[in-house]
């Protein structure tokens, strides 16, 4: 991993932004839940919705990932065309699950620290975390309108959260 160079196409705001959803992840983690979050913000940086993953057993449930509960409560409070001037800024990349999720909601951007390849090198084989090796470009790719990727952003950053979480979380089952 390491900290990409600041992209011509990231501003100082995505990146602070990025930095509240990396924030949101430690927060995550200090409280039991894998490390992971997103929010949703408009196009002035106010935050419409923040989420973190609930998808922990006993009770969580496993389609409950940040990116998924933050799109689908900014789509609960904004329009479909408001959405389309929002960005989602996740902590790691979206996996193909939450990618369509910020396709269905209208969402048009995405800003994202962590990739899934550097997730997955953390994560290894732990079966609470089962990676998709299909990155979000590729999901969004196939959609009739665009959706904006930047990232990985912050990368070593956006690692701090995982860094010994999944080697020493009990594994399901």
């Known amino acids: 991993m390491h900290d990409a160079p600041f992209p011509q196409n990231a501003t100082p705001m995505d990146l602070d932004m990025l930095r509240q959803a990396i924030a949101l992840s430690a927060e995550a983690r ?3 839940r894998h490390p992971f ?3 949703v913000a408009d196009a002035d940086g106010r935050v419409v919705s923040r989420a973190i993953n609930n998808s922990m057993p006993p009770e ?4 409950q990932h940040a990116e998924l509960r933050a799109v689908a409560e900014a789509a609960r409070i904004l329009p479909p065309e408001t959405l389309a001037d929002c960005t989602l800024y996740t902590s790691a ?3 193909c699950m939450c990618a369509g999720a910020v396709y269905w909601t209208n969402i048009r951007r995405v800003v994202y ?3 899934e390849h550097a997730l997955l090198g953390l994560t290894g084989a732990h079966p609470e975390n089962p990676t998709f090796s299909l990155p979000c470009r590729e999901v969004f790719a196939r959609g009739q309108h665009t959706v904006t990727v930047l990232g990985p952003l912050l990368e070593d ?3 701090g959260p995982h860094l010994g979480f ?3 979380a009990t594994p399901a089952g």
């Open 30 to 32: 200090a409280t039991g």
């Open 37 to 39: 979050a997103a929010l």
């Open 157 to 159: 950053e956006a690692a």
């Open 113 to 115: 620290g962590l990739s």
């Open 60 to 63: 969580g449930d496993p389609t």
């Open 166 to 168: 999944w080697c020493d």
């Open 93 to 95: 990349e979206p996996c």
